[in-house]
Each structure stands twice: as structure tokens, then as C-alpha cells.
């Protein structure tokens, strides 16, 4: 039970890199679902859904994600998994959020709050064990600045550059992103079960990450990503290398948004 939950809180840290960042005048909010395949075959198995939902308004983001996976990974390990999460992150300060995990029937609700106080990052969360309580690493972006950085970087076409990420999901923990810009152009092909989805923006560029937890005993990386990032800020797929297993994300229905008309704004 115990390495089922922490495959899932992996997969949901993963599921975190999929939140846009506000790239410009040019981003648009938008509705993006994922199919999750076990392994990169185009005929791989399919074993899940991630659909994001994340609406801009005046005061900030409103975030709402869910990640479903219902699979037998290897003979002696079957995962049903379950993460929703509804946060608001306020521009430039904070965040707020309520996560419910089922793992194989095991429920678990925290909600919480990020607020930076005397120069640090202070975590407050509640969950059925009780009130926790915790600081991040100074350098800390929470989950709509991380890509917003993210964006920037690979934009510059930074070769290589460090990130620490706050993902609410996987206990309220810091990671650490070890991100490269990648030379492998090409993108992802679209199982032929379903249809491709154009992303709008007309630059994008291809990554690779390897992440770490923040604080864990050894470095070894929990996870190895690789993946396309859009200009509009729309993640195009994601492949996630999790040791045990290899999950493939493929962008399968995208709906932009219009942005709100806010008092102040041009």
C-alpha cells in the first residue's frame, strides 16, 4: 500500500507541470484533458484521464484538476487512483487548496494554505491526521508562477536551469526541478485512436526534467520527464519515466479562453 501511494503522490507531481503559465499578453485560460497510456507505444494501454481546468480572473487563478488512473502497472501492483484539487493562487502571493485522494478505496482530504511571512514561505495544512505545519525553501514558485518561470527560461533557451515547486497534491512538498532545454525537436505522434489537437502559439519548445523532493535522503530523482511547453502556455504532452513504470500524457480535447476585462487593465 505504501509504494502504491507514493507512485500515486509521483504521478501527481507529474500531473502538476501541466498548469499554464501566464506567458504574455497572448495566454489564453483554458480546459485541457490528457489521456494517460502505460508506456510509450502509440498503442499502449490507456489507464487514466487528467483534465485541467484553470480560469483566469481579476484577482488571480482558480485551478481545478483531477487525475484518474485505474491500471494493473506490473503483475503484483494495481493502482485506482484518484487526485482532485481545487486551488486559487492570487497574483504574486500565496495559495490556497483542497485535495482529495482515493488510493484503491483509501480516501484522504487535506486543504491548506501557502502565505509568505517574515521573508519565508509558511505552509498550513489540515488533514486527518491533524493540523501540519511546515516552511519551504525561500526560492519556492508556487504551481501558475513555476510554469510562468518555466516559460520564460525555455524562452531564452536557457540550456539548463534549477526550479523549486510547490505541487499541493504530494503533501504539500517543495520539488526540485532539474530542467534542460532539449535539441530532441520532434514532437510527440498522436496515438491513432484519437485525433490530434492544435495548439495555438507559434513557438514551442521541447524539455526534459528530472525531479527530486525537496529534503528526500538520498538524490536519486523520483521522476524523469520529457515534454513539449507552447508559447500560449498549453503543455502540447508529457512522458513521465517513474522508474517502475513509464506513463505517456497526450493532449486529446484543448477549449482556450478569453481572458477577464479587469478595472486598471489595457
Known sequence: MKGVAR??????????????????????PHRAEYTLRLGTALNATRIGTIVQDVALECDG????RE?????????????????????????????AWRAVQVVN???????????????????DRTTPDGREQSVLPSLTLMP????????????????????????????????????????????EA???????????????????????????????????LRGRLFDSGVLGGLIVDAGVVTVAAHLRDLQMRDAPSCPGSN
Do not use: C, H
Request: aromatic share 8%; no cysteine.
Open 7 to 28: 507512485l500515486a503522490s509521483a504521478l501527481a507531481a507529474a500531473a502538476a507541470l501541466v498548469v499554464p503559465g501566464l506567458a504574455g499578453a497572448q495566454l489564453q
Open 61 to 64: 487563478w482558480r485551478i481545478r
Open 67 to 95: 487525475l484518474s488512473i485505474d491500471a494493473s502497472l506490473t503483475p503484483s501492483l494495481r493502482v485506482s487512483f484518484t487526485s482532485r484539487l481545487e486551488g486559487e493562487e492570487p497574483r504574486g502571493n500565496g495559495f
Open 105 to 123: 478505496g483509501a480516501e484522504r482530504e487535506v486543504r491548506g494554505t501557502v502565505e509568505r511571512k517574515e521573508g519565508a514561505w509558511r505552509v
Open 144 to 187: 501558475v508562477a513555476a510554469v510562468d518561470y518555466l516559460l520564460r527560461r525555455l524562452g531564452r533557451q536557457s540550456e539548463s536551469f534549477p526550479l523549486l515547486l510547490f505541487v499541493p497534491e504530494a503533501q504539500g512538498d517543495a520539488f526540485l526541478l532539474d530542467v534542460k532545454w532539449s535539441t530532441a525537436a520532434t514532437a
Open 190 to 224: 498522436t496515438p491513432p485512436s484519437q485525433r490530434r489537437v492544435e495548439v495555438p502559439g507559434t513557438r514551442s519548445w521541447p524539455f526534459t526534467m528530472a525531479v527530486t523532493r525537496v529534503g528526500q535522503r538520498d538524490e536519486k530523482p523520483l521522476l524523469a
